[in-house]
């Protein structure tokens, strides 16, 4: 039986595949004294993901009452408290939360971000052309994701680079979450989280002084409002809205490249049907999630196939291995995609559905037919990946090619 730490340890962050489909195949994996569920079927994730006896708050855990808990001072606790973003918290607060930014965050606000991805796509690839490479990581799939987020929040242009560097340290610190964090990497994180919140309160202070029509004079208004939001829940709201949307968005603009190369005829299909490039955003998702797993305390014991996980337990929900699941999804290694509404839980499920599904899927498609159209003979020259194995991705991707159309 494999601990979740002892899990992480051993992930090739290069191809966990195999290791995800032994695991699938093999049998459900609870620990004898109920501690530990690694959940690994679709049926059984998607279960998990809307049970409400499954927590997304890790201070319920045995591990963190027992192990970090007594590490931590009050002050510590505190701070946990009131800065904790709401992927990490259950109901109501939750609720509240999550709903404050979907009011702000619509759809309408999704659709008129499309012609600033297409212009930045555009921008990104026509300076590699002037280059002549592309390392697609930082070239495109770096910067579009965070100045699109930052234009939503409404951050200057001049800041965009700042951000990318605090997004870095910050989505390191998501992946930490699952195992032991040292010293220093707690350090980092903390200096990179003051410098985002003092920077972001100024930003706050200038939208209140002068609305304008972004997400972050939406955000200050529901503050205003009353007590439904703080100062330190919006500066929470805004950093988790930079760190969830831009490492993540990375991988899938750097992993559909990686479809597109190698998925036998597929790009020439992407280039004279660029409707196709949503199915295939669909399937890099599927077969090649950002996020591979995600974790859950259970707050009362819970029946499992492989035994009883007790309140306190935690469950990693391997969303990577529920992917590929061949009791949900037919041929469920194949890549196909014509595969109609496949319901992939790299989005994960329930209550916690990532709000930003739609952003990511609007980038996807505008890169992955830009690069379609304009990449002539395109060919892998250098590929390397992040350490990061919960949020998994290439961190260099060198692409060769004939020519870089305009
Ligand atoms: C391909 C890109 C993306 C992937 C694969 C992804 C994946 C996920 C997953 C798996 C979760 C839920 C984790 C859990 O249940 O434990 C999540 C939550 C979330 N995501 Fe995304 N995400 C992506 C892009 C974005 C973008 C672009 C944004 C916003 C700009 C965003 C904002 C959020 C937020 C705010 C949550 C928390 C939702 C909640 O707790 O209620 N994500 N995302």
Same mark, same amino acid.
């Given at each position: 039986m494999t601990t979740a730490f002892e899990l992480l340890?051993?992930?090739?962050?290069?191809?966990?595949?195999?290791?995800?489909?032994s695991l699938l195949d093999g049998p459900p994996q609870v620990a004898p004294d109920g501690s530990f569920a690694l959940v690994t079927s679709h049926a059984q994730c998607a279960e998990l993901l809307r049970h409400p006896a499954m927590s997304s708050d890790h201070r319920n855990s045995d591990h963190f009452k027992n192990v970090r808990l007594p590490q931590l001072t009050?002050?510590?606790?505190?701070?946990i408290e009131k800065r904790e973003v709401f992927l990490f918290r259950d109901p109501p607060v939750h609720t509240r939360l999550r709903r404050l930014v979907s009011k702000a965050f619509t759809p309408r606000q999704v659709q008129q971000l499309l012609p600033f991805v297409e212009e930045r796509t555009r921008e990104l690839l026509d300076a590699a052309a002037t280059r002549g490479r592309l390392e697609?990581?930082?070239?495109?799939?770096?910067?579009?994701?965070?100045?699109?987020?930052?234009?939503?929040?409404?951050?200057?242009?001049?800041?965009?680079?700042?951000?990318?560097?605090?997004?870095?340290?910050?989505?390191?610190?998501?992946?930490?979450?699952?195992?032991?964090?040292?010293?220093?990497e707690m350090e980092e994180n903390?200096?990179?989280?003051?410098?985002?919140?003092?920077y972001f309160e100024q930003l706050a202070e200038q939208r209140r002084a002068e609305p304008r029509d972004d997400l972050m004079s939406a955000l200050v208004a529901a503050e205003e409002a009353g007590d439904r939001l703080s100062m330190d829940e919006l500066t929470s709201t805004a950093l988790l809205l930079l760190v969830a949307g831009h490492e993540t968005t990375v991988s899938l603009i750097g992993n559909g490249m990686l479809a597109l190369l190698r998925v036998p005829g597929l790009l020439g299909r992407v280039r004279s049907n660029p409707a196709l490039a949503e199915g295939v955003i669909e399937?890099?998702? =599927? &077969?090649?999630?950002?996020?591979?797993?995600?974790? @859950?305390?259970?707050?009362?014991?819970?029946? /499992?196939?492989? #035994?009883?996980?007790?309140?306190?337990?935690?469950?990693?929900?391997?969303?990577?291995?529920?992917?590929?699941?061949?009791?949900?999804?037919?041929?469920?290694?194949?890549?196909?995609?014509?595969?109609?509404?496949?319901?992939?839980?790299s989005f994960s499920g329930g209550i916690h559905y990532c709000l930003g599904a739609p952003l990511?899927?609007?980038?996807?498609?505008?890169?992955?037919?830009?690069?379609?159209?304009?990449?002539?003979?395109? =060919? &892998?020259?250098?590929?390397?990946?992040?350490?990061? @194995?919960?949020?998994?991705?290439?961190?260099? /991707?060198?692409? #060769?090619?004939?020519?870089l159309l305009e």
């Open positions: 340890d051993g992930i090739d962050v290069v191809d966990p595949y195999p290791l995800w489909q009050a002050q510590d606790l505190e701070s697609l990581v930082s070239d495109l799939a770096y910067p579009l994701p965070v100045a699109v987020i930052s234009e939503l929040l409404g951050v200057p242009h001049e800041d965009h680079a700042t951000f990318a560097g605090w997004s870095a340290v910050l989505a390191k610190g998501l992946d930490r979450l699952m195992s032991e964090r040292t010293a220093e903390r200096v990179a989280s003051d410098e985002f919140r003092e399937e890099v998702l =599927r &077969l090649d999630p950002p996020v591979q797993m995600t974790m @859950r305390t259970a707050l009362a014991d819970i029946d /499992l196939p492989g #035994g009883r996980l007790r309140a306190g337990g935690t469950a990693v929900l391997l969303l990577a291995a529920a992917n590929r699941d061949e009791r949900e999804f037919d041929g469920a290694t194949t890549f196909d995609a014509d595969r109609a509404d496949a319901q992939h839980l990511a899927r609007l980038e996807g498609r505008v890169v992955l037919a830009e690069l379609a159209r304009r990449l002539v003979e395109p =060919r &892998l020259e250098a590929l390397e990946y992040r350490e990061n @194995r919960v949020l998994r991705g290439p961190s260099r /991707l060198e692409v #060769g090619f004939d020519a």
